[in-house]
């Protein structure tokens, strides 16, 4: 997919892949911030925390936002 990010200077070429993988039976997420969250006990699991996450970083975008007015 090309296409230009809020948060990139310029567009360039993004590849989806699945962010959710089983290790020894638990999963886990991994963020575009680099880093791993879990162990969940299923992947419902995992997929629900996905979503509560990725609402976190979008209220603490807004927060910040209204901060650095």
């Given at each position: ?10 567009a ?9 993988s ?15 969250e ?32």
């Open positions: 997919m090309f296409g230009q990010r809020t948060s990139d200077s310029v360039s070429t993004h590849y989806r892949s699945d962010r959710i089983a290790v020894n039976g638990q999963y886990f997420f991994s963020t575009r911030e680099g880093t791993l879990g162990p969940f006990f299923t992947r419902f699991d995992a997929e629900r925390e996905v979503e509560q996450y990725i609402n976190r970083m979008r209220q603490a975008a807004g927060l910040f936002a209204r901060v650095a007015r």
